[in-house]
Structures are given as C-alpha cells and as structure tokens.
C-alpha cells in the first residue's frame, strides 16, 4: 500500500470513489474544480497503482474542510483510513492551516472514526423541510445560529462540545428534521 498526492490523471477514479461511499450527488466537475484549487491535499492510498482509497478536501466560505474519505469495502478496517487522515492532516500542515472540520455521516462507525483520530465535536448541523419545521423551532432550548435556506430546506447550526448519537437522534426527532450531523473539528 502507497499513500501519496493523487495525479489528475487519477481524478476520474476520485470521484468514482467520492460517489459510491461520500456523496453520490458529487458531479466530476465538482472534483476537478476542487483539484485545481487544492492539488496538495488530493491525498490516494494505492495498491499495485490501483487507487482504493482518497481523502480530498472541500471547501465552504473560503474555509477549507475535509469533505470525505472512501476506502473500497475490500480495505475495510486495516487502518487505511486512519494512514490517509494522517497524510492530508500532514499536507495541511504544510500549508500552516491550523485547523480543520468535517461534516461526519449520522452513522456511528463513522462518527467513531474521527473521534478515535481526535476530532472533537464543535456543532451540529440540521437540515429540514421548510414545509416540516415545527412552529417555535428557535425555542426549543437550543441555541441555534448560521441559518440559511437550500431549496426546500432550512439550514442550521447548534454548538456541542460533546458526542453523543442519542442526542442526535433526539434532535432529528424535536425538529422533524431529515439530516442531523457533527462537525467535527482537530487543531493541527
């Protein structure tokens, strides 16, 4: 296995990857407009040339965050991911970024993930249908900031310094919401 800085010859197998275990919406163009800003932080696990795994980065008002990692099923659970977090936190290093986010899956496993590669929750992000969200949703005892529309949706954030995927179900119960998700975040 090789970890190394993905070549844009490769970025068509990235977003095969992205696609299937991320973000199936993702479009290649997506990517490639990101592998134009960021190259230094494509980041590819490699076995015998055949790219398995990515970690790539997004990025969302001017901030850069970790938009996702993907192992192909086959490399499950041998520290891939884990080697991958490590090589792009290292590349962000290198560009003195001090500190990164990613939005985690409302899976878990996957929230474990990064919480065993010491990410720490900062926020919540909830996303629900306008046509869904209850009447005094902003009092229901949390402090809820950063709101916006998408579409049909309203976007919003509530802080939390601590992890628990009880108080996220909870939270997807009170505002009849389709998403809620950690952000989590590392200082570097």
């Not at 970790?66 to 891939?80: F, H, P, S, V």
């Not at 926020?123 to 579409?151: A, C, D, M, S």
Request: charged share 30%; glycine share 4%; hydrophobic share 35%.
């Amino acid at each position: 296995m090789e970890i190394k800085l993905v070549p844009k010859k490769d970025l068509n197998k990235v977003w095969k990857l992205h696609k299937e275990y991320v973000e199936e919406n993702s479009t290649l163009k997506e990517i490639e407009d990101l592998y134009t800003k960021f190259p230094k932080l494509f980041v590819g696990c490699y076995s015998e040339n055949h790219l398995i795994g990515i970690c790539i980065p997004g990025s969302f008002n001017e901030e850069i965050y970790l938009k996702g990692i993907a192992i192909e099923k086959d490399y499950w659970r041998k520290g891939l991911g884990s080697k991958l977090l490590s090589f792009f936190e290292q590349q962000l290093r290198d560009l003195n970024i001090k500190e990164i986010s990613v939005p985690s899956a409302d899976i878990s496993w996957v929230e474990n993930f990064y919480l065993k590669n010491n990410y720490k929750p900062s926020q919540l992000l909830v996303k629900v249908k306008t046509n869904k969200l209850p009447k005094g949703y902003k009092n229901k005892g949390f402090k809820i900031f950063n709101e916006r529309r998408e579409k049909e949706y309203k976007v919003f954030y509530i802080r939390t310094n601590e992890y628990s995927a009880r108080h996220r179900i909870k939270l997807k119960r009170i505002f009849n919401a389709d998403v809620v998700i950690y952000i989590l975040k590392k200082k570097l």
